[in-house]
């Protein structure tokens, strides 16, 4: 990511005006060829300064080289490089970046294939790190959590991974980070968001669901008639001994 500032513009027409004042305060006017060579001059300085000039974003670190090796972590704020001798390879971004990635037609441990939506939220704390220990350090996170996630889904059930995406986040944080703490990288959460399975698969655990709340029903009923035959069975104590008082109900 370059970083572009107009600071080093605003130098470069100062450093110019100064160069056709000095022009004309010595000579008197700007067209004579010891003018041209003082605003020449004055150019060449004003070039040099805005090419030395830099600015990084408070969210924004430098990488300095100088001469093929790291120089120094510039940023944020303004900061001067030599011209020709340091240049900047890389700005990194330090702030939160969230990064979507998935799993598709990855088996489980029951040997069901299932497709798995995660996203990650990382960040950078080692700025050297990522950017002279890895070469492009997002496609490395991108890869990394995709094959943290096959391996976990490889790992679990399928019912767990139903029930229990909590603690597929927690594992896949611990094993993401583990893989990008080399690079300086430091992975914050990680959340899966939907798991899909086949649909003959929903189709058939839907009909297991509805089979199993009619068993319960039918439980609940079956039991519910036990206890009305209780009830009756006490009820009709009461009048084993009383023929008037059966009379009676009987009536009613």
Wanted: aromatic share 10%; glycine share 4%; net charge neutral.
């Amino acid at each position: 990511m370059k970083n572009v500032s107009s600071i080093s513009s605003l130098f470069f027409v100062v450093v110019a005006l100064i160069g056709f004042c000095a022009a004309y305060i010595v000579n008197g006017e700007l067209s004579s060829p010891s003018s041209m060579t003082i605003i020449t001059l004055f150019g060449l300085v004003g070039i040099l300064i805005a090419w030395s000039t830099k600015v990084a974003n408070q969210w924004s670190r430098a990488i300095v080289l100088r001469l093929g090796k790291f120089q120094s972590l510039k940023g944020p704020g303004i900061f001067f490089i030599i011209p020709i001798i340091d240049y900047i390879p890389y700005w990194i971004d330090i702030r939160v970046i969230s990064t979507s990635f998935k799993a598709e037609k990855t088996l489980t441990k029951d040997t069901v294939p299932v497709d798995v939506d995660a996203v990650l939220f990382w960040k950078v704390i080692d700025p050297k790190k990522a950017s002279l220990d890895v070469a492009d350090y997002y496609s490395a996170i991108s890869w990394a959590s995709q094959t943290a996630l096959r391996d976990v889904i490889g790992k679990t059930m399928l019912a767990d991974m139903l029930e229990g995406r909590d603690k597929i986040s927690a594992m896949l944080q611990t094993i993401i980070d583990e893989r990008t703490e080399p690079w300086g990288i430091n992975v914050i959460s990680v959340e899966v968001k939907d798991v899909l399975i086949p649909q003959g698969l929903e189709a058939a655990m839907s009909m297991q669901a509805q089979a199993e709340r009619e068993r319960q029903a039918r439980v609940i009923l079956g039991d519910s008639e036990r206890q009305i035959a209780e009830m009756f069975n006490e009820a009709s104590k009461s009048y084993a001994d009383n023929p008037t008082a059966f009379h009676l109900r009987a009536m009613n």
